[in-house]
Nanobody, 123 residues
Framework: HVQLVESGGGSVQAGGSLRLSCAAS????????MGWFRQTPGKEREGVAA??????TTSADSVKGRFTISRDNAKMMYPQMSSLKPEDTAMYYC???????????????????WGQGTQVTVS
């Protein structure tokens, strides 16, 4: 059973940090590009960052210098957020696609597997 499960969301004050986790199961993790997305009500899902199986990362301009992403061999991905702003409030999702190299552009249409999301609220 293929599954992505996010955890680590919560409420944090502006300027604070939060580390999310995404646990993958039921897939050959090393062959997948992992993506990280967020969505607020009434808006389209936004690609935040992605990390290839080789560990190469890309991120949106809006989070460069504040958010990082990493993965390990235990089928875990770790989005790390710092210097959080109220506009970072959103539901955050991890996603996966069977590709060695992550799709350019970070479109949600390029990803085939999705977690259920974890809420992050910055006040």
């Amino acid at each position: 059973h293929v599954q992505l499960v996010e955890s680590g969301g919560g409420s944090v004050q502006a300027g604070g940090s939060l580390r999310l986790s995404c646990a993958a199961s039921g897939l050959t993790y090393s062959r997948f590009c992992m993506g990280w997305f967020r969505q607020t009500p009434g808006k389209e899902r936004e690609g935040v960052a992605a990390i290839s199986s080789a560990g190469r990362t890309t991120s949106a301009d809006s989070v460069k210098g504040r958010f990082t992403i990493s993965r390990d061999n235990a089928k875990m991905m770790y989005p790390q957020m710092s210097s959080l702003k109220p506009e970072d409030t959103a539901m955050y999702y991890c996603a996966a696609v069977l590709r060695w190299v992550c799709p350019t552009g970070r479109s949600d249409e390029d990803y085939t597997l999705w977690g259920q999301g974890t809420q992050v609220t910055v006040s």
